[in-house]
């Protein structure tokens, strides 16, 4: 799927010489070091015009001994929305740097979130308001999306109408793929069943499924 938020953010790169990698790749020890320290940056800049306070001991910043609390200044929506951009942007320009394909990891990391609902069909949330992850949560498979092995998909919008037939099994489904080497007109319909037992390439294009479905009729 083409990401235009990613491809802007690429040429930013690309113009400022920045690094852009189209394989996945960790990159150098200060490249990482940088990549962190501009998200810290950013989601603290974020924190400042939100009124949220962020302490710290004097030693390294660790989740669990933050103490995140009101600031009394008061909420700046603009600066939050500026903040937020630049959070995004220094996030897609990390994905963008490390060639990591990060509409399909998203979808991958959606599916495994979707699959917290409860043996009851409901979700399973604790005292502070966090979706838990009910036993047997088989918890989302990264790395098999940047090995271009499992087929990411999303659900369309609610507005789209009549379900189309998944590619594979001919299902109606509301789940299409979210390949990302596909521009958004190019994804097809794809069932959250056949998604998990194909690859990426047995995913017919377009045009395939186009042919496909005329020779049935
Ligand atoms: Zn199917």
Redesign the pocket.
Known sequence: MSDPYGSKVREFHEKFGLVVRDTPDTGFWNERQLRVRLMLEEVLEFAKAAGVMVCMEARRVQMDRLWIGDSAETPDLTAMAHELADVAYVTHGTAVQLGIPLLAVTAEVHAANMRKLGPDGKPIINAQGKVQKPEGWKPADVGAVLANKTIPVVQEPPDMGPAER??????R?RMWTALHDRSPGQQVA??????KSHVPKDVPTKAEWFRQEDARR
Not at 166 to 171: E, L, T
């Open positions: 998944c590619c594979f099994c001919r299902k489904t794809c069932c959250e069943v056949c998604a």
